[in-house]
């Protein structure tokens, strides 16, 4: 009796010290309820991959209102009222997709600025921006998750300084690999080649149709020709100058509490990122 009253009682105390955990976990906000419930699971179980093999917090955000602020500041605020990130520096990214404004913002926090810096981040958007545009919304997210994860995994190979740039993610790209590179240049090289050969043999061509004047007055015009003197002359100068607006701190606006431009701090915690409309 007691052996059963024991194993109850860890079963009870492994439940309750389950559900909270995976509650506070939640890293799909789909507020603006553009997905699925399959799709959400993906989106969620990227997140969890994200936070085990980087260690960085990674969270997906849909809203149709960003109450006043720009997306971008949106999703910072969001991340800091979650309590999102990981360690001293709340190392982590947002991606925040508002279609309200119809704008898709990958917010960056901590350590993750250097795994996906700014530059990074709008090369992303760039690849994934259609996707939205045409309604795939689960596609444009999942898309964004992979490059994401290249991006990390190079960081964490290579470190900050070594690691290829923001085109690295393109792994499927014939382009982007070497042996793609080494054909595209080849071919070049080749229909250069042959564009200049058919070039020159057209040129050699239509000189054998040309023969050329031994006599000088083929070149002069009838009746000779007149010489003509144009002559300037200076009167004096006039300048005019117009004073330019000094700016100052009146002409910038900045909203919950945040300030710069592409990176910017805001509740201890500084951002980056970089996206654009759709």
């Known amino acids: 009796m007691k052996k059963k009253g024991f194993v109850l009682l860890m079963m009870v105390f492994l439940l309750l010290?389950?559900?909270?955990?995976?509650?506070?976990?939640?890293?799909?906000?789909?507020?603006?309820?553009?997905?699925?419930?399959?799709?959400?699971?993906?989106?969620?179980?990227?997140?969890?991959?994200?936070?085990?093999?980087?260690?960085?917090?990674?969270?997906?955000?849909?809203?149709?209102?960003?109450?006043?602020?720009?997306?971008?500041?949106?999703?910072a605020q969001f991340y800091i009222e979650q309590n999102l990130g990981v360690g001293e520096d709340y190392s982590g990214a947002i991606f925040v997709l508002d279609m309200g404004e119809r704008e898709g913002q990958l917010v960056?926090?901590?350590?993750?600025?250097?795994?996906?810096?700014?530059?990074?981040?709008?090369?992303i958007w760039d690849e994934i921006s259609g996707y939205f545009s045409n309604g795939d919304y689960y596609g444009g997210m999942e898309q964004l998750w992979w490059d994401v994860d290249s991006l990390c995994a190079d960081y964490q190979t290579y470190g900050a300084e070594g690691r290829p740039k923001s085109d690295a993610f393109f792994s499927e790209s014939p382009v982007s690999s070497g042996g793609?590179?080494?054909?595209?240049?080849?071919?070049?090289?080749?229909?250069?080649?042959?564009?200049?050969?058919?070039?020159?043999?057209?040129?050699?061509?239509?000189?054998?149709?040309?023969?050329?004047?031994?006599?000088?007055?083929?070149?002069?015009k009838e009746n000779g020709c007149y010489l003509r003197t144009n002559q300037d002359t200076f009167a004096n100068t006039h300048t005019t100058m117009v004073p330019i607006p000094r700016e100052d701190d009146n002409n910038h606006h900045h909203t919950g509490g945040f300030s710069g431009g592409g990176s910017f701090s805001g509740g201890g915690r500084s951002f980056g990122g970089g996206g654009g409309k759709f």
């Open 17 to 75: 010290s389950v559900l909270p955990a995976s509650a506070a976990e939640q890293r799909v906000f789909d507020n603006a309820d553009l997905l699925t419930a399959e799709e959400e699971q993906n989106l969620q179980q990227f997140c969890e991959d994200a936070k085990e093999e980087y260690d960085i917090d990674f969270a997906y955000l849909t809203t149709k209102d960003t109450e006043g602020l720009s997306t971008r500041e949106y999703g």
């Open 108 to 123: 960056t926090c901590g350590e993750a600025m250097e795994m996906i810096t700014d530059a990074d981040a709008d090369a």
């Open 180 to 220: 793609g590179i080494a054909m595209i240049i080849l071919l070049a090289a080749a229909f250069s080649a042959v564009i200049a050969g058919v070039s020159v043999m057209s040129m050699r061509k239509a000189c054998k149709n040309v023969h050329p004047f031994t006599d000088g007055r083929a070149y002069l």
